[in-house]
């Protein structure tokens, strides 16, 4: 089949790479205009215009693929399907329509649980046990098509939510590659969602990573997971002694029983450098300081002389 691709994420990577090497052919990426990023704030290409690029594939770049000139160009080629991954844009159904075996999705999560932007990083939040990928077809709600195929994957209890991206975009390909092959024999079957039983991902954002301590460990260490590599989880540092106080990034903790015997407030430090929570305790095992590197707690309490009684608090908006 001839398919156009509209994407951006690194996450439709793998799927691209399975594209190239089928019997299909690509013609045409679609993806978002380049966009801020590094201290520089220097204009980045989206991963998809880059792999483009890498491998001699045309790509263009719209804020919006449904205007008459971006659908022209489209409906030139005679796609006989468009895939749809992390592409940012919602697609209208005039580009829907477009293709006679029409437009498929692959997104992040066992729909419908998890409809939205960032389905991977809420799964891991709110403590499920497993995930997967589903293909769909594009709807005029969001995430709310006809079910082609799903595949499941457990969520371990050490998951962040790059190793789950990472995992998930590996098992997303040959799901596609499969689904395809199903469409262009005719053999595929359509499953309408419970759209009763439907869960929202929504995008994240920076402010979403403030942690407060108050909550309970559990949550905490869920949201650490969650939040990993982006918008990460976290919090101000201050040490008792200076008062001098460092934003850092928690990217590993795990749980401690305790019931706070001394009577802590949350955030604080206990006689065993534990951060003291709303129930139980976190002990940190990964942490990076803003503008420096990942490292281990234990080079984190000797750079910054951490002693009980230190602090952690929420960052204020």
Request: proline share 7%.
């Given at each position: ?28 990426i679609?993806?978002q205009?380049p966009h ?14 880059k ?19 971006m ?19 919602k697609i ?6 477009l ?51 799903q ?14 991206h ?15 092959e ?104 990964k ?17 910054q ?11 204020e908006?």
């Amino acid at each position: 089949m001839k398919i156009i691709y509209l994407g951006s994420g690194e996450f439709g990577i793998e799927c691209l790479n399975a594209l190239a090497a089928s019997s299909h052919t690509l013609p045409l990426i679609v993806t978002q205009p380049p966009h801020q990023a590094g201290r520089g704030r220097k204009p980045r290409p989206t991963p998809a215009a880059k792999w483009a690029k890498d491998h001699s594939i045309e790509s263009i770049e719209t804020e919006n693929v449904n205007t008459p000139e971006m659908v022209g160009k489209i409906a030139a080629l005679r796609p006989d399907l468009i895939v749809v991954i992390a592409f940012g844009q919602k697609i209208g159904n005039e580009l829907i329509n477009l293709p006679p075996k029409g437009a498929v999705n692959v997104h992040a999560s066992l729909l419908p649980k998890y409809r939205g932007a960032a389905p991977i990083n809420w799964a891991i939040i709110n403590g499920e046990t497993e995930t997967g990928i589903s293909i769909i077809t594009l709807a005029e709600k969001m995430d709310a098509g006809q079910v082609i195929a799903q595949q499941k994957t457990e969520i371990s209890e050490n998951d962040t939510a790059g190793d789950l991206h990472d995992r998930l975009a590996q098992i997303a390909a040959p799901l596609l590659l499969k689904t395809l092959e199903q469409i262009a024999a005719g053999t595929s079957t359509y499953t309408e969602q419970n759209h009763s039983e439907a869960t929202l991902a929504p995008k994240l954002k920076k402010s979403d990573g403030f942690l407060d301590f108050a909550e309970p460990a559990d949550v905490l260490r869920r949201k650490i997971l969650g939040f990993w590599p982006w918008p990460g989880a976290s919090a101000v540092y201050t040490p008792k002694e200076t008062g001098k106080s460092v934003r850092v990034t928690i990217a590993m903790a795990s749980v401690v029983e305790t019931s706070n015997p001394n009577g802590l407030p949350p955030g604080t430090l206990d006689e065993e450098l534990n951060v003291i929570c709303g129930q139980n305790a976190l002990r940190i095992e990964k942490i990076k300081p803003t503008g420096s590197r990942l490292m281990d707690f234990a080079d984190f309490v000797n750079g910054q002389h951490t002693k009980p009684g230190d602090r952690f608090t929420k960052i204020e908006r």
